[in-house]
């Protein structure tokens, strides 16, 4: 029984790690006031440039820093579009989905021999007991370091957005830019380096997909977890905490679907395999209801403009 | 500079100067991985337009992303964001197949009955969307992006299901040969059509070696009546004023709720027209198990995003979009460069398409400007 619990635990984090970057991702940026949209494209190139770092320089550590630079660079390209130009920052999102998985597969077909499927990477990243664990208990919560990583850094985003100068900053540039820019806060370069760090977030928790999870990159390794994220942030309402816990849970309901769908249960798995999603939705009916966006998200900042 | 100006701030200027943007960072990555862009695009023009056949293709592969273009060109001009045109496919393309294989009528009322019964379920699938917002104010993407999920496992569980799963394969039976809305789809097999064809080399080609159907006249249609239900009828001046500002909407005493749940399970509809014409108009005539989503809805968001929501755009920019990404396939086979370069393109013309809604703005002040120095 314990050993399913903690079976049921380690599964629950494992799938929840890359949803947890990709979710905190676009809190920063949109408590900044940039909707991003484009955290899928972000995690897809930070999951291929993760994997393809990783396999030539078999340090899985450099993999990780390497995705989380490619992610920060694409962010760029959307902080650039929807800062400075002031463009429909939902386009500009898309495109950047659109532009992250072209250029995956493209720099993959490139690196790896016409294939769209990286090599396997000779180190993963290390799980937190080593990997020489004969505990049956421990084994099966012997999660990724990322899981720890993951959680570090949405109780510093916590820490950051509610506890620092930087933090309120952040939200007042986010719900009243016109106001922080009087204070003489710098609108347009908090929101750079959020949308920026959106990015690196997401880069790290595409790689957390291909360096520990799986070890290489596949054309369907990143696959809708950018758009559960985004989710994560409406239902998490636009809060570190609120978007971990979302993670968590819908984590757990597909650890469900695994472990139910593993023995001899009478629900048909395609059935099972839609719980998560129908349970995010019955739980957004019953308990969430309306979830309000920082104010000026979405609203470009016009200097003068009320 | 007035007239310069006059010609800046027409949408179809800044698309075209985003497209030309795609272009050229295509050219440019091309070059810098060691291709020559030249050989590239003449492969990829010569993949689209060198034989009837391959026009025919384009046409055809055009049809659904149209049809999921206006699905979301249409919410989004009401307000509404629908990311499940995906699903609204899916569902619309398993209900099609469903009534496709139990049903067999005469074609004159089973071809219709497939495409109500593909149509209908697309509906229901954009009214739960619609319902969820108007009643619990929970956000569309949220929904959307859930449901297109379910709408996989729905049709990766029919598909699974006995009566319908063909024995050693991963997909269903087809539906029933009177559902196909191929044109001459018998005749071109039959003795004397064939016979009749090879007189007519240029028809053979495009009759017997692709699936010409319909489904492209279906939605030229749609794309008109839109335009007309938008811009000429009282219920599109609705649905328009609720999503340019809901409150002054209701102020005015347009039920808010309601036109959101309508603008749905129209947008819904329309997506649903187009799985089940791809059921009945192309082969296999069928569903499969999907791992992975086949972005007909996704890419209809980019279609939509291209043409600035207009439904006449989304005819061009559905045909420009199967066109790179079928004539992008010849670029791989003729001179061995990723096919991924078309994805680059598009994503590329689609952040231009973002970036360039600033060019009217800039249009503005140089008139403006021009107006200065005529004082």
């Known amino acids: 029984m314990l050993t399913k619990l903690f079976l049921l635990i380690g599964i629950t984090l494992m799938y929840s790690t890359p949803l947890i970057f990709g979710g905190l991702g676009g809190v920063i940026s949109e408590r900044s006031g940039v909707i991003n949209i484009g955290i899928e494209g972000m995690m897809t190139i930070g999951a291929f440039v993760g994997a393809c770092v990783g396999y030539y320089t078999e340090n899985p550590w450099l993999g990780l820093l390497a995705a989380g630079a490619a992610g920060g660079l694409i962010a760029l390209l959307h902080a650039v579009a929807s800062i400075t130009f002031k463009a429909d920052q939902t386009i500009s999102g898309i495109a950047i989905n659109l532009l992250g998985s072209g250029v995956s597969l493209f720099l993959c077909r490139l690196f790896f021999e016409g294939a769209t499927m990286s090599k396997p990477v000779p180190h993963k990243l290390p799980k937190i007991f080593g990997s020489h664990v004969s505990n049956n208990l421990l084994k099966n919560i012997n999660v990724d370091v990322t899981v720890v990583l993951a959680l570090v850094c949405a109780i510093l985003l916590w820490f950051v957005l509610y506890k620092t100068k930087w933090g309120l900053r952040i939200r007042s540039v986010g719900e009243h830019p016109a106001a922080a820019d009087t204070l003489g806060i710098n609108v347009t370069l908090t929101r750079y380096v959020c949308v920026i760090l959106s990015g690196v977030f997401a880069g790290v928790g595409g790689a957390s997909m291909t360096l520990a999870i799986i070890s290489n990159f596949t054309p369907t390794a990143i696959s809708g977890q950018g758009f559960i994220a985004l989710a994560a942030v409406i239902f998490g309402k636009w809060s570190p905490h609120g978007v971990y816990g979302a993670c968590i849970l819908f984590g757990f309901a597909q650890a469900l679907t695994v472990l139910l769908g593993g023995g001899n249960f009478v629900v048909p798995s395609e059935i099972l395999s839609m719980l998560p999603y129908i349970l995010t939705i019955v739980i957004l009916i019953l308990f969430v209801g309306k979830s309000s966006a920082p104010k000026a998200d979405g609203v470009p900042y016009e200097k003068g403009s009320r | ?184 789809h018998k005749w071109k097999v039959s003795p004397e059509g064939i016979a009749w064809l090879k007189e007519h080399p240029t028809i053979m080609d495009v009759l017997l070696k692709t699936d010409v159907n319909i489904g492209i006249i279906v939605a030229i249609i749609m794309v008109i009546v839109i335009s007309i239900l938008l811009n000429r009828t009282t219920k599109g001046y609705e649905l328009k004023a609720v999503g340019f500002n809901k409150d002054a909407a209701e102020f005015a005493g347009i039920n808010v709720k309601k036109n959101i749940l309508h603008s749905m399970i129209i947008a819904g509809a329309i997506a649903g027209l187009a799985g089940a014409l791809s059921v009945t108009g192309v082969q296999p005539h069928r569903i499969s198990t999907m791992a992975a989503f086949e972005n007909y809805g996704f890419n209809g968001l980019s279609v939509a995003l291209i043409a600035a929501n207009s439904p006449i755009g989304c005819l061009f920019a559905g045909l420009l979009f199967a066109g790179l990404l079928y004539g992008g396939q010849s670029i791989q086979s003729t001179i061995g460069a990723p096919s991924e370069v078309i994805n680059i393109m598009i994503g590329t013309i689609v952040f231009f398409v973002a970036l360039t809604r600033i060019v009217p703005v800039l249009a503005d002040k140089l008139a403006k400007r021009g107006e200065k120095h005529a004082h």
């Open chain 2, 1 to 184: 500079m007035q007239k310069i100006a006059n010609i800046l701030k027409k949408q179809i200027t800044s698309t075209i100067i985003a497209i030309i943007f795609g272009f050229i960072v295509a050219a440019i990555i091309l070059a810098a991985t060691g291709y020559s862009p030249a050989d590239a695009f003449t492969a990829m023009f010569e993949g689209i337009f060198s034989r009837p056949k391959y026009i025919s293709n384009v046409i055809i592969k055009s049809t659904p992303i149209i049809l999921t273009g206006l699905s979301v060109a249409f919410a989004f001009k009401t307000g509404l964001f629908n990311m499940g045109a995906e699903g609204q496919y899916i569902m619309s393309s398993v209900f099609a197949t469903i009534v496709g294989i139990k049903l067999d009528l005469p074609p004159v009322l089973q071809i219709p009955m497939v495409i109500l019964a593909g149509v209908f379920a697309g509906a229901v699938y954009g009214a739960v969307v619609g319902y969820l917002k108007a009643r619990f104010g929970i956000h569309e993407v949220i929904t959307s992006i859930m449901l297109n999920w379910v709408a996989l496992y729905f049709s990766n569980f029919i598909v699974s299901l006995k009566t319908f799963h063909q024995p050693n394969s991963t997909a269903t039976f087809t539906v029933n040969e009177s559902s196909f809305t191929t044109i001459l």
